[in-house]
């Protein structure tokens, strides 16, 4: 996705995506904001085999997540314990 298309919500994309996959029930991931003050602007709770893709945003700077999961990113896999 090129960085001049805009997402669902009318904010512009960067085009970089994740993808978490639950191993776990109740794991839960967090999208925070960018600017002076980092907070969590949306939270999603996924059960096991369940997954989601996320993208970064010009509202989302970072991804937390919390929980046992598989994350797949452009620069590789890591597994959260």
């Known amino acids: 996705m090129e960085a001049d298309e805009q997402g669902g919500s009318g904010e ?4 970089r995506y994740i ?3 639950a191993l776990e ?3 839960t991931i967090m999208g925070l904001t960018r600017g002076r003050d980092t907070r969590s602007h949306h ?3 996924l059960d096991a085999g369940e ?6 945003t010009q509202l989302t700077a970072a991804i937390k997540i919390r929980g ?3 994350i ?5 896999r890591v597994d959260s314990e």
Do not use: I, N, P, Y
């Not at 512009?12 to 085009?15: I, N, S, Y």
């Not at 797949?72 to 590789?76: I, L, N, P, R, S």
């Open 12 to 15: 512009l994309a960067t085009g």
């Open 19 to 21: 993808v978490v996959k």
């Open 25 to 27: 029930d109740g794991v």
């Open 43 to 45: 939270s999603e709770r």
């Open 51 to 56: 997954v989601m893709v996320a993208q970064f």
């Open 68 to 70: 046992k999961a598989e």
């Open 72 to 76: 797949h990113t452009d620069v590789g």
